[in-house]
């Protein structure tokens, strides 16, 4: 397991001394090297915070609306509850423990490739031969089945047996991120037509002047006169565009049978060949008495 090495400059124990220094230090260390629940409450903080935001402004002041109905309050709320049901599975689902009692069915699950899963390769926690696919997670001091990665999201290794929920985490997010932006914007846009934004003036408060509408005069009266609505659509407009590329890439990883623990690990290889590749062709064409120009 990753440690924090000790090598921090003598300046800030003198300013603020070794007992603060150390708890930063043993905090530091717990955030970012040992399983923590911090992610998953900043998660819980962000979807519980955003869906009430849809429900004490959106649903109860501005839905229904002129492009959107009322019964998109179901519809939401089902997909949110949706949302946090697959967050419960995918937090205590179990990834696939490599014990002793099902070791000996691990190790005949998969064919070592001999390239980045080797015979022989030991554990030295859990002190047994390492099965192909699979990887000793340091968060969660256990081997791992199929390892993909530590979620911390999740606070929850990703493996052979949960990689199905964290897909169904990851899905039904970009799904509700999708449909909470769509139905915001469309709210807006009703907005701006009710209201008239497009054609009404503005009184700039600083010099008194009169403004007609533009883009970004409108944007900043929505954002003003809106503001946790304003800033939960933009929130779902950011997070659809991450979580679909995201949900993207572990779909095409799925189809090719490939975990992001290979993805990486071959990206490393590929990388180590090419470079010596690179170096037999500078040989060659320097060095070898054979070769003409
Ligand atoms: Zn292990
Ligand atoms: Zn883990």
Known sequence: MKTIKRAISPWPRRILGNYIVEKFLSFYNYVLY?????????????AIGGFAVYVFVGFMRLIPGPYVGEYHKTVGT??????????IIACNSS???IR?????KAIKRYPYDNLIYLKNNECKTCK???PARSKHCSMCNICIEKFDHHCIWINNCVGLNNYRYFIMFVGSHAVVCTYGAIIGILVFI????EQKLWTSQYINYKTGEKLNATVWIVLRYLLDHEFPFAFVTILCIVMTIMLSCFFGYHLWLAMTNVTTNERYKNAALFGYFTEKLDFLNFWK?????????
């Open 34 to 46: 040992k399983k923590n629940p911090l992610v998953q409450i900043m998660y819980l903080i962000i």
């Open 285 to 293: 064409e320097n060095f070898d008495s054979n070769h003409t120009e």
């Open 95 to 97: 990834p696939g423990i």
């Open 190 to 193: 009703g907005i701006i037509e």
């Open 128 to 130: 047994f031969t390492k």
């Open 78 to 87: 089902w997909i949110m509850m949706f949302c946090y049901l697959s967050f």
């Open 100 to 104: 002793k009692s099902n070791h000996t």
